[in-house]
């Protein structure tokens, strides 16, 4: 089993739309928690950290589970831009990516 | 201020032959990570360091041997590349991983093609 596992996608969405992407991680002794955004053939970008108490950052909310080891993102009112591919990092050190999960907004 | 370079940009090698690339930061961050992206695989971590002299094994280790001999630099390398190393390589670095503030830089990639 991987360390990081990711819903697979893709996920096309209409503008406006709601959307939510989950990631399971198995080692419970994870200590920080991100999500990054790739762009095509780009360098994956930090798109907001993840506190346990839950945080949001305009249209986008990100919550940690730690009883049952998930980490979610949820994307309100999507947008064109916000077409990309969203990537889950769990930490103890060793920074690990989940797979990523293809996101296209569409007109 | 350069952030993270990575050297060279693109390259082919021939099955068998060596390479190495460089990563190099000026941020004076402690961890150091390459990692390789394969298409709907996400960014697997090969090799990382948590400092300068150290080293360690990250998923997908095997055929790759890494050093930070200077704090700034991570070298990654190829001894005998073989076709199943094709791959867009990144490398990223932090001051440090567990603090929420403190983001991963990346390099921009370096695009490596093993015929």
């Known amino acids: 089993r991987k360390e990081v596992e990711q819903d697979p996608g893709p996920f096309n969405v209409p503008e406006g739309a709601t959307v939510a992407f989950n990631c399971t991680y198995s080692n419970s002794a994870s200590q920080s928690f991100f999500w990054y955004r790739q762009d095509c053939r780009k360098e994956p970008k930090l798109l907001m950290s993840?506190?346990?108490s839950g945080n949001e950052d305009g249209r986008f909310t990100a919550q940690l589970n730690r009883a049952s080891q998930y980490i979610s993102l949820l994307i309100r009112d999507s947008k064109l831009s916000d077409s990309a591919t969203y990537l889950c990092?769990?930490?103890?050190?060793?920074?690990?990516f989940g797979a990523g999960t293809r996101l296209t907004v569409k007109p | 201020n350069a952030g993270v370079t990575q050297t060279p940009k693109f390259r082919v090698l021939k099955t068998g032959q060596s390479m190495t690339l460089l990563c190099a930061q000026d941020?004076?961050?402690?961890?150091m990570y390459w990692y390789r992206q394969d298409p709907g695989m996400g960014l697997r971590l090969i090799h990382y360091?948590?400092?300068?002299?150290?080293?360690a094994k990250g998923e997908v280790p095997d055929g790759y041997n890494v050093s930070r001999l200077k704090k700034q630099n991570f070298l990654l390398g190829l001894e005998s590349a073989a076709p199943s190393q094709t791959s867009v390589y990144f490398c990223?670095?932090?001051?440090?991983?567990?603090?929420?503030?403190?983001?991963?830089?990346f390099g921009a990639g370096s695009r490596l093609t093993v015929l």
């Open positions: 993840v506190y346990s």
């Open positions: 990092v769990v930490n103890m050190f060793d920074m690990r």
């Open positions: 990223a670095s932090t001051k440090d991983p567990i603090s929420g503030a403190n983001v991963l830089t």
């Open positions: 360091s948590v400092g300068e002299g150290t080293t």
């Open positions: 941020m004076n961050h402690e961890y």
